[in-house]
């Protein structure tokens, strides 16, 4: 969580949480405000548009740091989920920024439905619109599908450090798009929802998480697509 000190961590992680904090600070004042007064500046709105709706270590927000550790796994286990170790999907909140690595995993889903490799650089960091970043932008910002995919031959016996700054705007936020948008109202607004259907952050991310692997998917219109209903909202699963 953007406070470390929330919950308790396991003692071997303690000696590190100043470090683990600076990190996550670094990551919020120094690359995740920059982008958000960029996005707003580019649906013509005051710069701290999005920088207002996320507010930095409250209770309000469920913005946090993952550090997750992907290890080789048995032939016969990438048979029965043919090779994908997490399906194509959306983020819920923001913006997601995902450091850069070595081991590639990371694929995303171009508007022509191939799957490509994000190219690995030193010290990039890679970042996903989410769910919640479309709803506010009208359509303008797409969320971004991507999936986890095996590693390529040479790195499929690598350990890999996945290290991911998940941001979603505050709890009362309601995910309507920003329709005062100079941008929008030229362009248009693509909406996922009726606006008084529209959820708020915190009932949209809570109805995401508590339904993950509970809901039956149908099959939609695309193909390989599944898709499921939750708080109003049609979420897609790419194959």
């Known amino acids: 969580h953007t406070d470390v000190t929330l919950k308790e961590h396991p003692e071997a992680l303690r000696p590190f949480l100043p470090e683990i904090d600076g990190f996550m600070r670094h990551n919020y004042f120094n690359i995740l405000l920059p982008l958000?007064?960029?996005?707003?500046?580019?649906?013509?709105?005051?710069?701290?548009?999005f920088v207002e709706k996320n507010t930095l270590a409250s209770p309000l927000?469920?913005?946090?740091?993952?550090?997750?550790?992907y290890y080789p796994r048995s032939s016969e286990d990438e048979e029965k989920t043919k090779n994908v170790w997490?399906?194509?999907h959306t983020d819920i909140g923001a913006?997601?920024?995902?450091?850069?690595?070595?081991?590639?995993?990371?694929?995303i889903r171009t508007t022509d439905g191939e799957w490509k490799w994000v190219k690995h650089i030193d010290n990039a960091v890679v970042v996903n619109a989410?769910?919640?970043?479309?709803?506010?932008s009208g359509g303008f910002y797409k969320a971004t599908i991507h999936r986890v995919h095996q590693p390529p031959p040479?790195?499929?016996?690598?350990t890999r450090l996945g290290v991911f700054y998940f941001s979603s705007f505050d709890d009362y936020v309601k995910l309507l798009p920003l329709v005062q948008s100079p941008v929008l109202q030229r362009v248009g607004i693509t909406r996922r929802m009726d606006d008084e259907l529209a959820p708020t952050s915190g009932v949209y991310r809570r109805a995401r998480i508590s339904s993950y692997g509970l809901t039956s998917l149908k099959e939609?219109?695309?193909k390989g697509v599944e898709e499921e209903e939750i708080a109003g909202v049609v979420i897609r699963h790419y194959n």
Do not use: C, H, I
């Open 130 to 136: 989410g769910d919640s970043l479309e709803f506010l």
């Open 95 to 107: 913006l997601t920024l995902l450091w850069s690595q070595p081991v590639s995993a990371l694929q």
């Open 61 to 69: 927000s469920d913005t946090y740091f993952r550090f997750m550790k």
């Open 220 to 222: 939609g219109k695309d």
């Open 36 to 49: 958000f007064r960029l996005l707003a500046l580019g649906l013509e709105l005051p710069e701290e548009t």
């Open 154 to 158: 040479d790195q499929r016996n690598l």
């Open 86 to 88: 997490l399906k194509g």
